[in-house]
């Protein structure tokens, strides 16, 4: 949906640049969260957030922090990024818990590619 | 932890043919939902099952829910290339299946 902005939408680093991914929404969502796809893997949740000042780790959160500036903006960054965080990073957000509520707006996506 | 997988992982088919996709958990969901990701794009929300054995449509499409509530179909009656994509199943807990893609023959 348009409604959820990722910058960039591809990104290409060496190993070991500190890189941040950002995501920006203005659908008035609390929840928002970050995925990482790989081939065959599906999406695999790094962090989420219910809201401003609560953030959550996720499957797969080793390797990455993340920052939630405020009820629209929650990036990703990678502190000393590896080949094998190459991937298609996806953010998300869902208006709250329970029902119709959990439904997630993905972002467009940004394909990273770590040399 | 929960986790969802799904059956198969690629599937081929020739338009016109039905085609199914499998969802299982580990463990009883209260709810789980289908999105569908076109080539090249993102994952998009179509639809959401809460009730215990509870069946929905959308045109071609159907969605079942088991009765244990652990296990979940979508079936796509008369493929149409349009209907090309990876389809996902995904838990309560935030957990996605590994999806299945779906390559339709014109």
């Known amino acids: 949906d348009a409604d959820v902005t990722q910058t960039p939408r591809n990104r290409i680093t060496k190993t070991g640049k500190r890189i941040m991914l950002e995501c920006s929404q203005t659908?008035?969502?609390?929840?928002m969260y970050w995925y990482r796809q790989d081939p065959g893997l599906g999406l695999r949740l790094i962090y989420y957030?219910?809201?401003?000042?609560?953030?959550n780790k996720g499957e797969i959160s080793d390797g990455y922090s993340v920052s939630r500036q405020a009820q629209a903006k929650f990036s990703l960054s990678l502190e000393s990024a590896i080949p094998n965080q190459t991937a298609l990073y996806f953010c998300?957000?869902?208006?709250?818990?329970?029902?119709?509520?959990?439904?997630?707006?993905f972002g467009p996506g940004t394909r990273l590619l770590v040399l | 932890g929960q986790q969802v997988m799904q059956i198969p992982q690629y599937q081929h088919v020739q338009e016109g043919e039905d085609f199914t996709t499998y969802c299982n958990s580990s463990?009883?969901?209260?709810?789980i939902q289908w999105y569908k990701q076109r080539p090249g794009g993102h994952p998009v929300f179509l639809i959401q099952?809460?009730?215990?054995?509870e069946v929905k449509k959308q045109k071609r499409l159907t969605f079942q829910f088991g009765e244990a509530k652990k296990n979940s179909s979508l079936h796509i009656t008369a493929t149409q290339t349009t209907d090309v994509g990876t389809y996902f199943c995904a838990g309560s807990m935030l957990t996605f299946g590994g999806g299945t893609r779906l390559m339709v023959k014109p």
């Open positions: 659908k008035g969502h609390d929840r």
């Open positions: 099952l809460v009730k215990s054995g």
């Open positions: 998300a957000t869902s208006p709250g818990w329970g029902g119709p509520r959990e439904t997630q707006y």
């Open positions: 957030s219910f809201d401003v000042k609560d953030i």
């Open positions: 463990t009883t969901l209260s709810n």
